[in-house]
């Protein structure tokens, strides 16, 4: 007998059909004799629909109140498969986060999960019930709703296995799984079967969107494993654990990309001490955050060059800086580009294995594409290119790293 | 400096719009200086909406689940309403039935409230800001949502009013306040400026549906005067207070009627004692509520006949449990009716005057109107009769008991 936590979407709970078809699911695995703890997000289009609300009433709603509409969203979905299961024959009950303790600090719309009380959840299991949690929410020291954010009830679902000691929490989703790379821009992907936490990390952070990253770092530092699956049919999807031997032997695991990005430069600084240290002050004081940033030396001596990649939503803002910036350290010029990609190889096979970076470049290469801008991990290389060979640049690795099927 | 709960209906709450106008009217009342509490109702439709929802999913919904569902609507519109207020440039908050420990028994539906924790009320006043509290639901001692049934959101008010100690608690809904007599049937009626609780106790039971009757229970108990009056114009409304010298004054307060009701006679009964026990006995086991009971002798001597009333819906299960009582006892035949209606007056004068009752039953007759039932309280005297006469014997007993403006 195992314990498993499932989470079921908001596209797999999106009508009520659809909630039954969960029910019956949920039923199945209980009835194999596992204990069962269900987390469940807001109906499709739910979650959209009460902030639309919410930013009607006011242009800039108060954050404490818009997670109080917020979490409305997956209370109802939460009783209404406990009303489906009970139908059906099954004892089952819901709880929404305050109910079950699930404790969070204080940053409304982004909250993270402190702890979670399981007590309640172990006598109600004890008594043979189906435990049916409402996702995405929590409360604070004092008591007030907080939520978790877009995707934030992947983050509730590990948060209870960690604290239950499940064996396993399934992700089930509108996705079979993680693949090597994006199916819709690449022909004959490969369902990984197994991931280890940091590539998944690696991949989620670099648009992969199948789990809310802080759910994986969540699994990672609990053990945790997770399994992502399709809430559509039976078949087995991608199993996200510990790293293990059979990983090690892929080189890489997958390709990513994320065309959110935009990029600028700040050209022909003169080099001195400080310079870095002065941009991050002035951005990170205009909140903006930072994926890559480089400084090179100039071609013409006594020069640097300092270029750095931000979300678009965010070029506005940082080109002023960069504007601004530039007057104060007397650069010549300013370079912005918004037609820009970040294309991604992420495996743990890297760390033992040398040349994945120069084969990457080389099938880049081979198919004329210009790399503006390159940056590494252990076990990811990043290079930022024209936003137009983006599908080009992610086919070419797909097949130069024989990720594909039959590979 | 007062202390003032304000409750606002769903018509009052039905969109933004109106939204924004019960926070102008909740922001007017506190920059006269007084301390506000405000209750919400959901939009209007909202409960219909979620209550559908929760029996398309099971024909039979689990009482529990229904109440996750249903406290949603008060949830939304209360947090809507506070970031009204807040962008308006209030301090408010909102807060739910659990969070200010609205405690109630488990009657899901329909759960009576046993105490209210004014301290983070008082809290949240002392800082200024204003509280805006969900109304229509509670906890149970173990923590699970429950809900007040149609119109507990005026039950909210009345018992947060009763733990504040509040000056006073105004319900805001779409009428003006408690008239003489349903003005949609009879020209002429009268706003009642002054009603005692136990008139309005009255009036609400048989079909004047401006509060919820437990609301009027528990304000009597709390010794909270209630002002009952429109959230669309400034006019003063109905307050419903202790009986004071001023209501004595008048013979009668008000006509009110009930269409909702239906008569069984159970004729010719062989007349021996433990007929009425027997009656009682199989009615309240089909958890059947019976308005009015009447036995009488029959003409024919040693026969007895028992009449009662039930409300419609229960019609079809009182006829059925009428044919077997009547084969049991031995009677000699059922007499059902659906066409009926009970028209009632009510006044706290009647206590000390006599001739009510007869100049009721003369006002009646004058229009040849048959009465087949008659019942009577301290202060209130109740006809059965043809539905069909119900706004002639209104509009004559409004009349002839002078209740109309000018009067």
Redesign the interface.
């Known amino acids: 007998m195992s314990l498993i936590v499932q989470k079921y979407g908001g596209t797999s709970v999106a009508d009520?059909d659809r909630?039954r078809n969960v029910a019956r699911r949920v039923i199945n695995t209980k009835e194999r004799g596992d204990d069962v703890v269900v987390v469940v997000s807001a109906m499709a289009g739910e979650t959209d629909r009460?902030l639309a609300?919410?930013k009607?009433?006011?242009?800039?709603?108060?954050d404490?109140?818009?997670d109080?509409?917020l979490?409305?969203g997956e209370?109802?979905s939460?009783?209404?498969l406990?009303?489906?299961l009970?139908?059906m024959g099954c004892k089952a009950?819901?709880y929404?986060g305050?109910?079950i303790k699930i404790s969070t600090d204080r940053a409304y719309g982004k909250a993270r999960i402190t702890s979670v009380d399981a007590d309640r959840i172990f006598s109600d299991l004890r008594e043979g019930l189906i435990v049916v949690v409402a996702g995405f929410q929590g409360e604070d020291e004092e008591?007030n709703?907080t939520t978790l954010g877009r995707g934030g009830s992947d983050t509730t679902a590990v948060a209870i296995a960690a604290a239950l000691k499940a064996d396993i929490c399934e992700i089930f989703t509108d996705v079979d799984g993680v693949y090597t790379t994006d199916p819709n821009i690449c022909d004959g992907v490969k369902k990984i079967s197994r991931i280890s936490y940091d590539e998944m990390l690696e991949m989620a952070s670099m648009g992969a969107k199948v789990l809310q990253i802080r759910s994986v770092e969540l699994a990672k530092k609990a053990g945790v494993p997770i399994h992502v699956r399709s809430s559509f049919h039976e078949n087995e999807g991608t199993i996200v654990c510990e790293e293990d031997t059979e990983m090690e032997k892929a080189l890489v695991s997958g390709v990513t990309y994320d065309i959110g990005q935009a990029r600028v430069e700040i050209a022909k600084v003169p080099d001195r001490p400080g310079i870095a240290a002065r941009f991050f002050e002035a951005i990170s004081a205009a909140n903006i955050v930072v994926d890559m940033i480089i400084q090179t030396s100039s071609l013409e001596e006594g020069y640097a060059n300092m270029a750095f990649t931000i979300s678009k939503a965010d070029f506005p803002k940082a080109l002023k800086i960069a504007h601004s910036l530039a007057k104060e350290l007397e650069a010549q010029d300013v370079i912005a580009e918004q037609e820009v990609a970040k294309v991604s190889m992420v495996g743990v096979g890297m760390r033992s294995h040398s040349g994945v970076a120069s084969k990457m470049f080389r099938a880049l290469a081979r198919e004329g594409i210009n790399i503006k801008m390159i940056s590494t991990s252990e076990i990811k290389i990043s290079c930022i290119i024209d936003a137009k060979y983006t599908e080009l640049a992610v086919r070419s690795l797909h097949e130069a790293f024989d990720l594909g099927k039959g590979s």
């Open positions: 009520l909630i009460l609300l919410a009607e009433s006011a242009p800039e709603p108060d404490r109140e818009v109080v509409v979490a409305t209370q109802v939460s009783a209404l406990s009303i489906v009970t139908s009950k819901s929404l305050y109910q008591g709703i």
